[in-house]
T-cell receptor, first 117, second 110 residues
Framework: NAGVMQNPRHLVRRRGQEARLRCSPM?????VYWYRQLPEEGLKFMVY????????ESGMPKERFSAEFPKEGPSILRIQQVVRGDSAAYFC???????????????FGPGTRLTVL | QKEVEQNSGPLSVPEGAIASLNCTYS??????FFWYRQYSGKSPELIMS????GDKEDGRFTAQLNKASQYVSLLIRDSQPSDSATYLC??????????FGTGTKLQVIP
């Protein structure tokens, strides 16, 4: 059973370009979460999605950032007109719709390291 | 603002000792709690979940939950250098939204 997959693992963009980060959840998981982590800092929640729905985007910056989780295909985190402050590790996590072991267990992908030049 | 608080450390313990990691949370509605381990440059890895008051043991790890005091802890027995990592405490407060603490850095000294 493949784990959470993210690509690309490393992404370099120049200021003003667009960054697209992809996340494929674990098989059978229908909940996807995106987090941002700056060096030596904690995980900051960005957005929580289920298939075709944004459930909670309270951690997303109001401008330039968007996320989607279409019926088919991976979840996409899109950052338009990137700035140097967007440089960070972006982690995706997934959880199953129902789990016998409790609510909220999330399984993380390897992350995408975004560097903005 | 629902918060999960952790001491950032670093917490240094000698090899073979017990490492004690602590966490407090502000949301009394939180029902589920998790400990993640994150090695430098890697993604978080779930190591323990706890849902009921009391202790839960898994190998060298014991998670403790006290809902009255809003306190969660993780004990690592017989600490090994390979346990050196940042440990993230997290609480689930409904609708499967999980709030993470900033993590405690553990250093196990050989």
């Amino acid at each position: 059973n493949a784990g959470v997959m993210q690509n690309p693992r490393h992404l370099v963009r120049r200021r003003g370009q667009e960054a697209r980060l992809r996340c494929s959840p674990m098989k059978g998981h229908s909940h996807v979460y995106w987090y941002r982590q700056l060096p030596e800092e904690g995980l900051k929640f960005m957005v929580y999605l289920q298939k075709e729905n944004i459930i909670d985007e309270s951690g997303m910056p109001k401008e330039r950032f968007s996320a989607e989780f279409p019926k088919e295909g991976p979840s996409i985190l899109r950052i338009q007109q990137v700035v140097r402050g967007d440089s960070a590790a972006y982690f995706c996590a997934s959880s199953p719709q129902e789990t016998s072991s409790g609510d909220g267990e999330q399984f993380f992908g390897p992350g995408t390291r975004l560097t903005v030049l | 603002q629902k918060e999960v608080e952790q001491n950032s450390g670093p917490l240094s313990v000698p090899e073979g000792a017990i490492a004690s990691l602590n966490c407090t949370y502000s949301d009394r509605g939180s029902q589920s709690f998790f400990w993640y381990r994150q090695y430098s440059g890697k993604s978080p890895e779930l190591i323990m979940s706890i849902y009921s008051n009391g202790d839960k043991e898994d190998g060298r790890f014991t998670a403790q939950l006290n809902k009255a005091s809003q306190y969660v802890s993780l004990l690592i027995r017989d600490s090994q250098p390979s346990d050196s990592a940042t440990y993230l405490c997290a609480g689930e407060g409904g609708y499967q939204k999980v709030t993470f603490g900033t993590g405690t850095k553990l250093q196990v000294i050989p």
